[in-house]
């Protein structure tokens, strides 16, 4: 590339430049709105949220058990992979399903946008990050309500019956 360098007070230079031009990656402006959560069933929480405007590449989900104190906010150059409780979304896609939760147990969510990925990925943490928190419900129940104290029959086969109700069952 030739860079001329020109000034009314100066003689014009010409500078040849080689190399390669990286645009460094931009913080997202703006965190999304409407995050919510809201429990499935005993297993599941899922989440939704309008995307930031202007749109972030993407969105980094950090769950936790404990609270929101609890989850660390991301560092910038360092990309988070996907876990238990963490979860990398691209923009556009605005809804999120954690399973495989425990059951009556409350989680706690936040959402950062980010720009670029690996190395060259830029969170935005500043300002409010928007969080968001549910309880999951009760997960299914067996309850004996019958069972007889005594078996009857003949010697070479002892018949047993009994009764249980189930509840909590998703169908």
């Known amino acids: 590339q030739t860079i001329y360098v020109a000034s009314s007070s100066a003689e014009t230079k010409t500078v040849m430049l080689s190399g390669t031009v990286v645009a ?3 913080e997202p402006a703006n965190h ?3 995050f919510a959560a809201t429990a499935l069933g005993y297993s599941n929480i899922q989440l939704n949220w309008t995307d930031a405007v202007p749109a972030a590449s993407g969105y980094l ?3 936790s058990s404990l609270g929101f104190n609890d989850i660390a906010a991301p560092v910038d150059g360092v990309a988070e992979p996907n876990g238990a409780l963490v979860r990398n979304v691209v923009s556009g896609v605005q809804t999120y ?3 495989g939760l425990n059951s009556l147990s409350a989680y706690y969510f936040k959402i950062f946008p980010y720009n670029g990925t690996t190395t060259e990925i830029n969170y935005k943490v ?3 990050v928007p969080q ?3 309880t999951t419900t009760a997960g299914p129940v067996m309850m004996e309500d019958i069972l007889p104290l005594t078996l009857q029959g003949s ?3 002892i018949p047993y019956a009994f009764r249980l109700s189930f509840s909590g069952l998703l169908p």
């Open 24 to 26: 460094g990656i931009i």
């Open 32 to 34: 999304v709105t409407a």
């Open 61 to 63: 989900i950090k769950g």
């Open 97 to 99: 399903t954690f399973d």
């Open 126 to 128: 500043n300002g409010t």
């Open 132 to 134: 968001a928190t549910a």
């Open 155 to 157: 010697p070479n086969r």
